[in-house]
């Protein structure tokens, strides 16, 4: 049993936390944690030891799921893992894998995390009291071995000497353990001092002091609407494999575009999220904030700050949601962005089949916001936030586009067919339908004052993406209005769907205020001067 113990302790302390690698390397390593309680075992009399090894198991334990968290996070969002900010990933982690596989699937893998979760918080405090149990026992022998092991780890430490492994080197002299754990502590001062700085930032908005109607002049009288195209990064047009497939969709969608009047203009964002968490990204679009964790997403939507949608419905429009992913009522998104309608997968309609994780094609998404909002006829001007969902993760084979006026309720879409075409493809296929579904969608709109700025909510995950990717997506601005397209051109933009590889980039915190400059009047364009970064 004690040797058992020993395994189980060296297996904690050699699991690793920086790399997503995890060799025969990590266990030829000598842990200074391991050493640090056996010279406790040696120098503390039995029952104060056998709570010195009860804490050092627990916190063993946690740092151990902690590790297993920041490979998952590294191996997906190419990011370890918050532990301030990022819980509700799991949550959301399971209600997707529900959505894809279902419940019962879903259950057993939130069963089985929660029984590994167990067996370590049971298993790794036990081989630590049992191991120091030992030592503490064998005193004589035990004070020798020990102090050629700390000898030894200070040579090492001190020569720097390691084990190769993979694109950096183990050093066999580790602190590994003991840095993960002061770095995690030191999380939570810097988290508090991000919250009073998020909290200024919040408070201190230039655009307070301009009234809604004159930060939005220049649009009177349009529907504006911004959408976001899910998973839609650079990596589409930038990797070799997925690009042709993607150009050639916008290659034909600014044909399209231009055979019924309408002109585009790209450049590049910078998504304050990448993988996931798209929330994130229209926070920071719509307040003008970096939005990049949960923690600053749940302070502000907790406090008073002007949004786009905020600004549109004071100057008098209509303000819309469309966000079809959304299964139950969302009370804090309505208090804070404050608009007039939200469209769920509940009402609009569909009687079709889901697409995977998409409730509904981007195309009747689409479709059924214009049949909604969009009617000819005497009614108020419409700003509209839509989040599109054929192309979130994971990727399904889309549906074919269908003739606009036989959308009708969705019958059609009788959900997706089976393939064993690679995911990286599939992604490049969704890309290309959420593109051309959002062409249609305009060109059949016969909407004159539309004013379309959509773009890429986040770089899909690392199963497509790249290690070291940056976070920019495309940005496009459509419409008719040449007002409009002189403020793209104004901004540098170059024309088309497809951004230049040259293209200027913004934060997307700069979205809001950008268009509060080059849409809003002289007093807007004032206080807005210095407020794009």
Known sequence: MTILAAVVLCLALASPGQYSVWGIQDFLRLPIEGLALGVAALL??????????LVFGVLLAALVLLRGLNLGFRAVLTRPFDIVDDWTYLRDGAETLATF?????????????????????VLVPWASMRVADAIGRQRVRAVPVLATLVAAWSILAVTGVGWPHGYYTAAIASDATARMAWQTVQVLPDDLADRDAFAH???TDPAAAVPASSRIAGLAGKDVLVVYVESYGRVALDDPQLAPTVRSALTTSDEQLSAAGFSARSAWVDSPTFGAGSWL????VGAGLWVNSQRRYDQLIAAPRITLSSTFGDAGWRTVFDVPSTDRPWVQGQQFYGYDKLYTKFNVGYQGKPYGYATMPDQYIYHAFAQRELTPGDRPPVYAEIDTLSSHYPWTQPPSLLPWNDVGDGAAFTGPVATTTSPRVIYARTVAYAMQALTQFVTNSHDPNLVVLAMGDHQPNSSVTRQGASHQTPVMLITKDDAALKAADAWGWNAGLEPASDAPVWPMSAVRNHLFSAFGTSEARTAMTGAHG
């Not at 279902?102 to 929660?114: D, K, M, R």
């Not at 990204?281 to 920071?284: K, V």
């Open 44 to 53: 503390l009399p039995p029952r104060p030891m056998r709570v010195v090894a």
């Open 101 to 121: 596989a279902g419940p019962a699937v879903a259950a057993l893998a939130v069963t089985a995390a929660i029984a590994v979760a167990v067996g370590i918080f």
């Open 201 to 203: 930032d919040i408070r």
């Open 281 to 284: 990204a229209h926070a920071s």
